[in-house]
């Protein structure tokens, strides 16, 4: 009796191990899937509503631009991320303008006119921070590097080029490792995941 009871745990624990690993998979995939499906959301929100206001003339300036990614990203133009991720979804707009791949259907003329506001927006948006996506650290060598150079310092600019190139170094070794690190570790987890399985069903059998 005792032996039977036993057993019957062992297999309460075998089929409550395969719920909770094949729950936090699920879970995982659906967090992941509703992240994009939202990212994808309000790029088209945003598509629309660009394409809408060129129809109509309703955007003329880079301050409307950034009020239209605020209002639909919900990101504060003080965010280090709000620079970067409008220039991308200006970038993505425009391969669409030109690849006449977007739900409207402008004609040439207006395909044209509507190229060189976007590509002034992006300019203007490199302008005011030429260096908003990239690591304090480089942003900051960066800086000096050019300032530097405006003094005619060759010497200094020499010096920070060192700097920015062991920085660069430095970092693509810790990245390397990283990956490397994270290559072996998924696949220990998925072997890991399916012996939890394959063990769980022998032991229910």
Do not use: C, H
Not at 172 to 194: C, D, F, P, W
Request: net charge neutral; aromatic share 10%.
């Amino acid at each position: 009796m005792e032996s039977i009871f036993k057993e019957i745990i062992t297999d309460y624990k075998a089929i409550f191990t395969i719920l909770v690993t094949v729950t936090y998979a699920v879970a995982v995939k659906y967090v992941f899937d509703l992240q994009r499906k939202r990212r994808v959301e309000r790029n088209e929100i945003f598509f629309k509503a660009l394409t809408t206001g060129l129809e109509n003339n309703a955007i003329s300036s880079y301050e409307d631009i950034t009020n239209i990614y605020e209002g639909i990203t919900r990101t504060s133009i003080d965010n280090s991320d709000f620079k970067y991720g409008l220039k991308r979804w200006l970038k993505e707009y425009l391969v669409a303008l030109i690849s006449k791949s977007l739900d409207s259907k402008p004609d040439d003329t207006k395909i044209n006119d509507w190229k060189e506001k976007i590509t002034g927006f992006i300019r203007k948006n490199e302008e005011i921070s030429p260096y908003d996506d990239i690591p304090p650290a480089e942003k900051n060598l960066l800086i000096d590097i050019l300032a530097y150079d405006d003094k005619g310092d060759k010497d200094a600019v020499r010096r920070k080029v060192d700097e920015l190139s062991g920085l660069i170094k430095s970092k693509n070794e810790v990245l390397t490792n990283i990956q490397n690190t994270n290559k072996y570790s998924t696949i220990l987890a998925i072997v890991g995941l399916i012996l939890t399985i394959f063990f769980g069903i022998l032991s229910i059998k």
